[in-house]
């Protein structure tokens, strides 16, 4: 069984095409830079996307050496994610399964980050630390869905970067450029914000800019805004691991590729005697590949769509009933 996967969820168009084993054939995507200063614009995103979808699709056919006549399941990113880019992608996939009489699956777009982890990591039941420009949530299994344990209560970590990035002049995303002002920077005091379960990063965001504003270092500033979310996100992890007691912990999503962030987990990780993953850094960011491995999951468990319509750009994990687990 061969399942193609188109992931337009944000800034990426991507094109995966995976076996029912598991096996990645090709991850073909172009993405969306927004100038520096700006961040996505949604209906940019959506003409990049509609500009680009040929290509790459013709592209990743061609490196897999495959036809669409010989797939059988036709995934994408229903949500969540920016409405005009989502649109891109279920009309371009609804197209391709209508003409080719392929079947349609539409795939939750943070199910996919999870379990292109769990394939390409090896784990088996672990919490999971999902953190990106779009979202930052603790998850695990537990009782026939993915549990959030503990999420942001206004912008995520991803995007707090992005936020701070943007105002000290960085390229977008502001993430790898502020893991590298990093390394020469010195620790300012920034807001530590966690409500039980729950973190909060916008106002760290506002500090964080006031200080560059009031001429604090790049450096210091990026070096501050790592110890600090990043501190934050440990704790809750750790007490999500307590709570559940699964002995297993996977990063998944584009912010899951810093090293800081890898190392303080770690660290954790080793204190409770847990083992520590990451997912591989081509399959951290938003792709197509992950997309077309949920399609392979559903089909092969026989999973149906809960909503008829064609995406749900507010479609939280925790609203997915699981059956291949």
Request: aromatic residues 8%; hydrophobic residues 40%.
């Amino acid at each position: 069984m061969l399942s193609l996967g188109v992931e337009t969820t944000a800034h990426t168009f991507g094109i995966g095409i995976v076996t029912d084993e598991g096996k990645i054939l090709v991850n073909e995507k172009d993405t969306y830079i927004p100038p520096i200063g700006k961040g996505i614009i949604p209906i940019d995103a959506a003409k990049h996307h509609e500009k680009v979808k040929e290509k790459v699709l013709a592209q990743a056919l061609e490196k897999s050496k495959e036809k669409l006549e010989n797939v059988d399941v036709i995934s994408y990113s229903a949500g969540p994610g920016l409405p005009p880019a989502l649109r891109v992608g279920a009309d371009f996939a609804i197209g391709i399964s209508k003409k080719y009489k392929k079947k349609l699956i539409p795939v939750n777009h943070s199910l996919a980050h999870l379990e292109i982890g769990r394939l390409t990591s090896g784990t088996k039941d672990p919490v999971f630390v999902y953190l990106s420009g779009g979202n930052t949530m603790i998850i695990a299994y537990a009782g026939g869905r993915y549990r959030i344990f503990g999420e942001t209560e206004d912008i995520p970590v991803g995007n707090c970067f992005d936020v701070v990035g943007r105002e000290m002049g960085l390229p977008h995303p502001g993430g790898p450029e502020i893991e590298k002002l990093a390394l020469n920077g010195e620790y300012v005091e920034l807001p530590y914000v966690v409500k039980g379960m729950d973190l909060s990063f916008a106002g760290i965001a506002t500090a964080a800019t006031k200080l560059f504003k009031n001429g604090v270092s790049k450096e210091n500033i990026s070096y501050s805004l790592q110890e600090t979310c990043f501190a934050m996100l440990t704790e809750v992890t750790e007490r999500a691991m307590a709570h559940t007691g699964k002995k297993e912990l996977l990063l998944v999503g584009g912010v899951a590729a810093n090293k800081r962030l890898q190392e303080m987990m770690k660290m954790m990780c080793e204190d409770r005697s847990a083992k520590f993953y990451v997912v591989p850094s081509e399959y951290s960011g938003d792709q197509g590949a992950m997309i077309a491995w949920c399609g392979i999951l559903a089909s092969k468990s026989k999973w149906k769509s809960e909503f008829k319509d064609k995406i749900k750009p507010n479609w939280r994990i925790d609203q997915v009933k699981i059956n291949w687990l």
